[in-house]
Nanobody, 126 residues
Framework: QVQLVESGGGLVQPGGSLRLSCAASGFTLDYYAIAWFRQAPGKEREGITYISKSGDNTVYSDSVKGRFTISRDNAKNTVYLQMSSLKPEATAVYYC???????????????????WGQGTQVTVSS
């Protein structure tokens, strides 16, 4: 079955860290760039970071730049999102999605993605 499965979400205190995983199955991750999106309660889904097929190009939204790091291990068919210095406004459902889009410049456009995971909940609260 072709799918992306996110994991690693949970409850974390403000200032804490969390690492999310996006595991691909049913296809080879090497052929795709991956992005992470998030949707906070009552808000639209937003693109927060992108990584190219080889991992040599990454893009971050201003809202997470300097605190979040995206990486990938193609041998494990997995993409990671390391989140640090978490703030309560980071509370959201986090999704990964795949695309053949190569430059990353407009990675936040959802219509570029043809497969989405089911999402994992991240709650930042004391």
């Amino acid at each position: 079955q072709v799918q992306l499965v996110e994991s690693g979400g949970g409850l974390v205190q403000p200032g804490g860290s969390l690492r999310l995983s996006c595991a691909a199955s049913g296809f080879t991750l090497d052929y795709y760039a991956i992005a992470w999106f998030r949707q906070a309660p009552g808000k639209e889904r937003e693109g927060i970071t992108y990584i190219s097929k080889s991992g040599d190009n990454t893009v971050y939204s201003d809202s997470v730049k300097g605190r979040f790091t995206i990486s990938r291990d193609n041998a494990k068919n997995t993409v990671y999102l390391q989140m640090s210095s978490l703030k309560p406004e980071a509370t959201a459902v986090y999704y990964c999605a795949r695309t053949t889009y190569t430059t990353g410049r407009y990675f936040y456009s959802e219509n570029l993605y043809n497969l989405w995971g089911q999402g994992t909940q991240v709650t930042v609260s004391s």
